[in-house]
């Protein structure tokens, strides 16, 4: 499973007495850009990564710090994180949970139907939900695969499957920060 790269903002969520139709967090600022990554597909230099460990570490480390204090420094077939001195914490998490994510990479556009497994051995991040100009109720999810694939590194996942895992094993393994 890879891990995502984590951005903090001024988001918060909004106090609303009915849930809305649509949702996208992109429009709210509480996610980054999708980037092009090097050997997509494959983290050789960190091998992978699982989004608990994530989770773990910033526990573990009483926080996370910015881009700017804890830069990824790609070195050939290996990564290196340096903390630099500075302790600004960005972020702070007592828990995890789980989040599932799947890995159809052949995906161009549209509202995603079609038939997939429910082992998850990827992580994405659901950033909204909407209804498409169809009728079709989908789940807004981003990849790590850059911007270059599905629709600018989205995907749109349909939402309402009438099974336990729901399309693609995405509600199998969910998990969010905790505070």
Same mark, same amino acid.
């Given at each position: 499973?890879?891990?995502?790269?984590?951005?903090?903002?001024?988001?918060?969520?909004?106090?609303?007495?009915?849930?809305?139709?649509?949702?996208?967090?992109?429009?709210?600022?509480?996610?980054?850009?999708?980037? *092009?990554?090097?050997?997509? /597909? !494959?983290?050789?230099?960190?091998? @992978?990564?699982?989004? +608990?460990?994530?989770?773990?570490?910033?526990?573990?480390?009483?926080?996370?710090?910015?881009?700017?204090?804890?830069?990824?420094?790609?070195?050939?077939?290996?990564?290196?994180?340096?903390?630099?001195?500075?302790?600004?914490?960005?972020?702070l998490i007592t828990g995890y949970d789980d989040v599932p994510a799947?890995?159809?990479?052949?995906?161009?556009?549209?509202?995603?139907?079609?038939?997939?497994? *429910?082992?998850?051995?990827? /992580? !994405?991040?659901?950033?909204?939900? @909407?209804?498409?100009? +169809?009728?079709?109720?989908?789940?807004?999810?981003?990849?790590?695969?850059?911007?270059?694939?599905?629709?600018?590194?989205?995907?749109?996942?349909?939402?309402?499957?009438?099974?336990?895992?729901?399309?693609?094993?995405?509600?199998?393994?969910?998990?969010?920060?905790?505070?």
């Amino acid at each position: 499973m890879c891990s995502s790269i984590i951005r903090i903002t001024t988001f918060k969520f909004e106090n609303v007495t009915a849930t809305p139709s649509t949702v996208d967090c992109r429009q709210k600022g509480a996610v980054t850009p999708s980037r *092009t990554k090097v050997n997509v /597909g !494959v983290d050789q230099g960190c091998e @992978g990564g699982l989004t +608990d460990d994530a989770f773990k570490f910033i526990i573990q480390n009483h926080g996370l710090n910015t881009e700017a204090n804890y830069p990824y420094i790609r070195v050939l077939m290996e990564s290196a994180m340096q903390m630099k001195q500075t302790r600004m914490l960005l972020l702070l998490i007592t828990g995890y949970d789980d989040v599932p994510a799947n890995n159809e990479k052949f995906y161009k556009s549209g509202v995603f139907t079609g038939s997939c497994g *429910t082992e998850l051995d990827h /992580g !994405v991040t659901a950033v909204g939900y @909407g209804v498409s100009d +169809d009728g079709t109720e989908y789940w807004l999810v981003k990849n790590s695969r850059g911007p270059e694939w599905g629709e600018e590194g989205y995907i749109r996942m349909q939402r309402g499957v009438d099974s336990e895992e729901a399309l693609c094993g995405i509600a199998v393994q969910a998990s969010y920060p905790s505070a």
